[in-house]
């Protein structure tokens, strides 16, 4: 796990609803209940007040944290057998991407450097925001034109990207002010979050429903509608083939052609 903050927000949850409970009792209608109540009660805010809505995505982390619970039980012999725990069905991918004048006005309103630079990143690297606030400046290399992510946790791979020469020059110009190791900085210190700044820049550019996580869409779409092949795309963001096509692939002007090409010649013979 990127964070222990994780484990223990899922483990919470997982106390409060199902903690009084032998793992034998954790039988597909209980965990379908779990489900259900997780969802009415939502995620508190901040700052307290009213409770925000609970994507299923949320409760799938959960239940991915109490099936690993039971498999070290299992290894440390503390049970005998794991139950087989049902997670909801994963969501769709958001397939929101910025067209060419959206990510300008983006980046017109991002007139704080740390952003400004965080976006040029995500935009022309399709790192996802972990990567990109962990950054250090051993990491980008200027002699060879590459960045080094490093190594991701669990399936979010990373990748060594080379650096178009846009992107060159800001951290070229960013990498003689920098008072930090990091190349994120606000203030002198590494930045933590990105998502409030990013929110209200956002919005300062009219655009709706766009996160950091856009960035990484938009890179990778901006890609494939480019011709780029799938196996390049997916070393390029540190995925597997299988996903860029699934998720992409219909964003490729090549998409399915081999397939439209060999229904058509009625006239000729079978």
Not at 3 to 24: K, M, N, Q, T, V
């Amino acid at each position: 796990m990127a964070s222990i903050a994780s484990i223990e927000y899922a483990a919470a949850s997982l106390r409060e609803h199902l903690g009084d409970l032998e793992p034998d009792h954790l039988t597909r209608q209980v965990v379908r209940s779990y489900w259900d109540r997780r969802r009415k009660q939502g995620r508190r805010g901040a700052t307290g007040g009213k409770h925000k809505p609970l994507s299923d995505g949320t409760i799938i982390r959960e239940i991915v944290t109490l099936r690993a619970a039971l498999r070290w039980a299992v290894n440390e012999r503390w049970i005998e057998k794991a139950p087989n725990i049902e997670a909801p069905r994963a969501p769709h991918p958001k397939e929101r991407w910025l067209k060419r004048d959206e990510a300008r006005k983006l980046l017109d309103e991002a007139t704080t450097p740390h952003l400004n630079l965080f976006i040029k990143i995500g935009l022309y690297t399709g790192a996802r925001s972990s990567a990109i606030l962990s950054l250090t400046w051993d990491q980008v290399d200027f002699t060879s034109g590459l960045i080094r992510f490093g190594s991701g946790t669990g399936n979010k791979g990373r990748a060594t990207v080379p650096m178009v020469p846009e992107l060159k020059e800001a951290l070229w110009e960013a990498a003689h002010i920098r008072t930090r190791d990091h190349v994120i900085e606000y203030n002198g210190k590494p930045v933590a979050s990105i998502r409030h700044a990013f929110r209200d820049r956002v919005r300062a550019a009219g655009l709706s429903d766009v996160t950091p996580h856009t960035l990484r869409h938009t890179c990778a779409t901006w890609m494939v509608i480019k011709g780029v092949p799938f196996e390049m795309v997916a070393r390029f963001l540190g995925n597997s083939v299988d996903m860029i096509e699934r998720v992409y692939g219909h964003h490729s002007p090549d998409w399915l052609k081999r397939a439209a090409d060999a229904l058509s010649g009625l006239d000729e013979s079978a």
